[in-house]
């Protein structure tokens, strides 16, 4: 009952935003659109997106402009869930922040380290980031802009990441290919191993509810470097075990050595395949052989916005698992609106757009 009473309000304000989201018509309907211009026409008019695209010139906006105010709009809806939940922890409600921050350092390490050509087009980056306002600890686009690698560090002075990255650093003297991908993996490990530290101060409901979700990413998260390190580095099934986040939820020792000990993607999706997210394979219909780690991203994030589609109406208002579906479910539906744009801008037609969408119909 306890639970009830403190989230019946945010319930009844997270309903009426989630009644927002497009439906099947609007992706129907964006996906016959021949520019950005006229996208972004059809979005004003959405219960979800006027209030951000309201004041904007539909013949003047570019792509990155577009996703720019979309992904504000998201870090806004966030911003707002959080001045509703009055009582929760501050050092909890403060990571709900930092996960898309850890977002934002990851492009801009990315593009410092490896994408020499995007410096010359800095501005075009601009677009790709969460603007979280005055919360925000860093500067992602001095970060982007970063020649070395203690500039890098230089420009994360006096917060949490710098330490983060200069220990990875120190671990990889040389350029080793697989330095992105291990400093992806160690913030990824910084935030969730944060977030299940803050839970500690929250009801005993709620810290369970998080654990579980945080578990379930944890997991997926793990795969998809797998997946990943499988096609694009060159690490020992040691190795990778042991870059791996430390946190099990339904797999167990015994999957991740499997999972690592596999020779490719086949094999990682083989062991996938008799595992408890065997679930994941289900929109992989296409040949193993031709199937690629950008696919399998996909996958997992079709499966997650199920999820949080299905649980968004079974936990209600009675959770704070209610905040994290409606979050994720925005995220995703931007991210197909962004493909969609660029389906349109390449010509493609709206039976090959959908391929790339996360949800599916």
Not at 168 to 174: L, P, T
Request: glycine residues 4%.
């Amino acid at each position: 009952m306890g639970s009830i009473l403190n989230y019946a309000g945010v319930s009844a304000k997270l309903a009426a935003m989630a009644s927002r989201f497009l439906k099947k018509k609007d992706y129907d309907a964006l996906m016959t659109k021949e520019s950005v211009s006229e996208i972004t026409k059809y979005l004003q008019e959405t219960m979800m997106y006027s209030g951000a695209l309201k004041d904007v010139n539909t013949e003047e906006i570019h792509r990155r402009d577009l996703e720019t105010i979309l992904k504000a709009d998201l870090v806004k809806d966030v911003r707002k869930f959080l001045t509703f939940f009055v009582t929760l922890d501050r050092a909890f409600a403060s990571y709900l922040l930092r996960r898309y921050e850890v977002d934002n350092l990851k492009l801009a390490i990315r593009n410092a380290l490896m994408e020499s050509e995007a410096k010359k087009n800095i501005q075009e980056l601009k677009g790709k980031f969460y603007d979280i306002g005055n919360k925000a600890l860093i500067d992602p686009m001095k970060v982007a802009s970063s020649s070395t690698k203690e500039e890098i560090l230089g420009n994360l002075e006096n917060t949490p990441y710098q330490e983060v990255i200069r220990n990875i650093f120190a671990s990889y003297k040389s350029e080793q290919p697989n330095l992105v991908g291990a400093i992806e993996n160690a913030l990824d490990r910084w935030l969730f191993f944060g977030i299940l530290k803050a839970t500690l101060n929250l009801k005993s409901g709620d810290s369970l509810v998080i654990k579980e979700m945080v578990g379930e990413r944890v997991e997926l998260t793990n795969v998809e470097w797998i997946v990943r390190a499988k096609e694009f580095y060159s690490l020992k099934p040691e190795e990778l075990y042991n870059s791996l986040i430390p946190m099990r939820f339904r797999l167990n020792v015994s999957d991740l050595h499997k999972l690592c000990d596999a020779a490719n993607i086949n094999g990682v999706l083989n062991v996938i395949a008799d595992s408890p997210y065997k679930e994941l394979l289900k929109d992989l219909n296409v040949r193993i052989a031709s199937i690629t780690p950008d696919m399998i991203t996909r996958s997992l994030r079709r499966f997650l916005y199920k999820k949080a589609k299905k649980s968004l109406s079974v936990f209600g208002g009675f959770s704070i698992a209610s905040f994290f579906h409606y979050s994720y479910i925005k995220e995703y539906e931007i991210m197909d609106i962004i493909t969609i744009t660029e389906g349109v801008r390449y010509g493609m037609k709206p039976d090959e757009i959908k391929d790339y969408l996360i949800r599916s119909f």
